[in-house]
C-alpha cells in the first residue's frame, strides 16, 4: 500500500533564508508524487509534481522539489522564503487503483518570520 | 478553464439535522470526483470518490452518504449529524482517467459546524 510520511509537524524559518519541507514515500511501483499548500480556511492548491524525468521539479510561487529514489524521498524546497509562504503544506503519492486516489501526508505548518 | 464550486461555504447545523453540501465542476466532462474532510486544520481523510454518474466508492463508513446525479455533480449527505462531522469538507476533481498528471484540484471548502 502507498503511504506518506511528513516527519515535522511545524518548519520554522526567517525570511530570507532557504527551506525545506520533508516528505518521504512507500510504494509499490514508479511513484507519482504532489506537493500542495493551504492557507487558512481555504481549499488545497497544487504547486508541484514528479511523474518521470528530471529529479529536481520546479513548481508555483519559485518552489522546488527533489526526487530521491534511493531515500524515497521528495522534500520540498524554496531558496528564499517568504512571510507570505507561511502556511499548511501537504505531500502525497498516487494510489494505483480505478479511482486515481492521492494519499496525503499529515501536514507541516510552515512557519517564516521576518 | 476549468474552475470548481462548492456551497454553502459555511454552515452550522444543530445535532440530529440533515446535511446537503454540493460541488460542481465546470470546464470538464467525466471527472473523477472526490469528498475530503478535514479536521483541526491538519489531515485529510478521504471519504468519497467517484469515477462516474451513479458510481460512488466508500473510503470510511459512518453516516455520510455521497451522490452522483449529474456528470459535474458531488454531493455529500446525511440524514442526522452528529457532533464527530463537524469539520472542513473539500471536494476535488481529476480529468477522465488521468487525462493529465493525476494532480487533484480543490475546491474552496465548506466549514461545517455541528452544535
Known amino acids: 500500500a502507498q503511504s506518506v510520511a511528513q516527519p515535522e509537524d511545524q518548519v520554522n524559518v526567517a525570511e530570507g533564508n532557504p527551506l525545506t519541507v520533508k516528505c518521504t514515500y512507500s510504494v509499490s511501483g514508479n511513484p507519482y508524487l504532489f506537493w500542495y499548500v493551504q492557507y487558512p480556511n481555504r481549499g488545497l492548491q497544487f504547486l508541484l509534481k514528479?511523474?518521470?524525468?528530471?529529479?529536481l521539479v520546479k513548481g508555483s510561487y519559485g518552489f522546488e522539489a527533489e526526487f530521491n529514489k534511493s531515500q524515497t524521498s521528495f522534500h520540498l524546497k524554496k531558496p528564499s522564503a517568504l512571510v507570505s509562504d507561511s502556511a499548511l503544506y501537504f505531500c502525497?503519492?498516487?494510489?494505483?487503483?480505478?479511482?486515481?486516489?492521492?494519499?496525503f501526508g499529515g501536514g507541516t505548518r510552515l512557519m517564516v518570520k521576518p | 478553464s476549468q474552475t470548481i464550486h462548492q456551497w454553502p461555504a459555511t454552515l452550522v447545523q444543530p445535532v440530529g439535522s440533515p446535511l446537503s453540501l454540493e460541488c460542481t465542476v465546470e470546464g470538464t466532462s467525466n471527472p473523477n470526483l472526490y469528498w475530503y474532510r478535514q479536521a483541526a486544520g491538519r489531515g485529510l481523510q478521504l471519504l468519497f470518490y467517484s469515477v462516474g454518474i451513479g458510481q460512488i466508492s466508500s473510503e470510511v463508513p459512518q453516516n455520510l452518504s455521497a451522490s452522483r446525479p449529474q456528470d459535474r455533480q458531488f454531493i455529500l449527505s446525511s440524514k442526522k449529524l452528529l457532533l464527530s462531522d463537524s469539520g472542513f469538507y473539500l471536494c476535488a476533481w481529476i480529468p477522465w482517467a488521468g487525462k493529465g498528471g493525476y494532480e487533484q484540484y480543490f475546491g474552496p471548502g465548506t466549514r461545517l459546524t455541528v452544535t
Open positions: 514528479y511523474i518521470t524525468g528530471d529529479n
Open positions: 502525497a503519492v498516487r494510489v494505483y487503483n480505478a479511482g486515481n486516489m492521492l494519499t
